[in-house]
């Protein structure tokens, strides 16, 4: 039982490339997010997911899009990187109603 | 829409002393739920308490306890006995009802244990 995965781990993009962040889980949560964590500035949610197939925007999702063909994984893609995108990326899941969710161990992603 | 403030950007305490967290929050769901989550240097997220908004008495964890005062919307974490291993981020959460799970965090708090 892996738990919440992230690939890559750190990564450094060229302003406009593109990258796609992977976050998997082995819990049969039907839910997932990807955060962005930036100082002083906590984690701020960017697009969710409450099941197979649907997708929904958060609080800051520009410059972001995401996809859920599986239940178990969460794709966050960036089409074009800009320096406002380096950040530490966080998944996360949990099951329906549960009390907490479940966090990967974090990608920081540096755009020059 | 749901907000939560944590109005201490960093807090010092002294080994084996308790500190106090503060977080308030805002909502206008008659349920919800209110996390405190720990961030160590190394970066991982970990989950320290949760406390439900219709739980009779304050959640508890160890050395971990959650101060609930409901009517002046406030979740403060209370850490027992500090110990140097307990410096790091830490933030407050909450949820509400609706049918959905979507967590608004605070900006957070750095604690330093001093030995």
């Known amino acids: 039982n892996a738990g919440v995965t992230q690939t890559p781990k750190f990564r450094v993009l060229k302003t406009g490339q593109s990258m796609t962040l992977l976050c998997a889980q082995d819990?049969?949560?039907?839910?997932m997010y990807w955060y962005r964590q930036d100082p002083g500035m906590g984690l701020r949610l960017i697009h969710y997911s409450v099941g197979e197939g649907t997708t929904a925007k958060g609080e800051v999702p520009d410059g972001y899009n995401v996809s859920r063909l599986k239940k178990q994984n969460f794709l966050l893609g960036l089409e074009s990187a800009a320096p406002s995108q380096t950040s530490v990326y966080f998944c996360a899941s949990n099951l329906q109603g549960a009390e907490t969710q479940y966090f990967g161990p974090g990608t920081r992603l540096l755009v020059l | 829409a749901q907000k939560i403030t944590q109005t201490q950007p960093g807090m010092f305490v002294q080994e084996k002393e308790a500190v106090t967290l503060d977080c308030t929050y805002d909502t206008s769901d008659p349920s919800y739920g209110l996390f405190w989550y720990k961030q160590p240097s190394s970066g991982e997220m970990i989950f320290l308490i949760y406390?439900?908004?219709?739980?009779?008495q304050n959640a508890t964890e160890g050395r971990y306890s959650l101060n609930f005062q409901k009517a002046r919307k406030s979740a403060n974490l209370v850490i027992s006995a500090s110990q140097l291993g307990d410096s790091a981020m830490y933030f407050c959460a909450m949820r509400g009802s609706g049918g959905s799970y979507i967590p608004t965090f605070g900006r957070g708090t750095s604690l330093i244990v001093h030995p």
């Open positions: 819990m049969n949560h039907e839910y």
């Open positions: 406390q439900g908004s219709y739980d009779q």
